[in-house]
């Protein structure tokens, strides 16, 4: 049972908007603590989307966004693309633990 | 480019002790958080616990204290991740991370796997 709850799977049209949720306690998210979130394509190693509740790395396109309010945040595909399909994580810190930790994954199908 | 180079995939029995490795770059190794995460097979990612090579500061998820050893290397900028007794339940591949708070840099995982 992970801190942080996902959805088990989402899936979407190419072209349409998704949103992944991501839902934490009063320990974590609740608490402040910022969310990042991970694409897993499958077969590799995972990648870092969104770092502190909403900021892109150099080189992730605009069309991932994240925002967090109260006790969740989520992510937000647009313009869905095949390239898309993967498994999506979010993370965060828990202050009860004093560990990362990470949501049980979403997995994205592009239909 | 910068990247995180990890060891080889294991075959291991029950029992047996385990050194994976990581290898950071030279130039910044000791100026940033490395880590380790565990993906199960068909699982999702856990954090196992992360190092500061410039202090040896050392934390762990209370799901794997005393489980593994972490530790690094600053003369070839390294870091490990150790088991003492391999368990079936520790095949999983183990990625190498670098950060604290959040990893933005993977290495491409170490498979181990653990059968009799």
């Known amino acids: 049972q992970s801190v942080l709850t996902q959805p088990p799977s989402v899936s979407g049209a190419p072209g349409q908007r998704v949103i992944i949720s991501c839902t934490g306690s009063s320990s974590n998210i609740g608490a402040g603590s910022d969310v990042n979130w991970y694409q897993q394509l499958p077969g590799t190693a995972p990648k870092l989307l969104i770092y502190g509740d909403r900021n892109r790395p150099s080189g992730v396109p605009d069309r991932f966004s994240a925002s967090k309010s109260g006790t969740s945040a989520s992510l937000a595909i647009s313009g869905l693309q095949a390239e898309d399909e993967a498994d999506y994580y979010c993370q965060s810190y828990d202050r009860l633990s004093g560990s990362r930790v990470f949501g049980g994954g979403t997995k994205l199908t592009v239909l | 480019e910068v990247q995180l180079v990890q060891s080889g995939a294991e075959v291991k029995k029950p029992g047996e002790s385990l050194k994976i490795s990581c290898k950071g770059s030279e130039y910044s190794f000791t100026t940033y958080w490395f880590g380790w995460v565990r993906q199960r097979p068909g699982r999702g990612l856990e954090w196992m616990g992360l190092?500061?090579?410039?202090?040896?500061?050392?934390r762990y998820s209370p799901s794997f204290q005393g489980q593994v050893t972490i530790s690094a290397d600053t003369s070839i900028s390294t870091a490990y991740l150790q088991w003492n007794s391999l368990k079936a339940s520790d095949t999983a591949i183990y990625y190498c991370?670098?950060?604290?708070?959040?990893?933005?840099?993977w290495g491409r995982g170490t498979l181990v796997t653990v059968s009799s």
């Open positions: 991370v670098r950060g604290n708070w959040y990893f933005d840099l």
């Open positions: 190092i500061y090579p410039g202090d040896s500061d050392t």
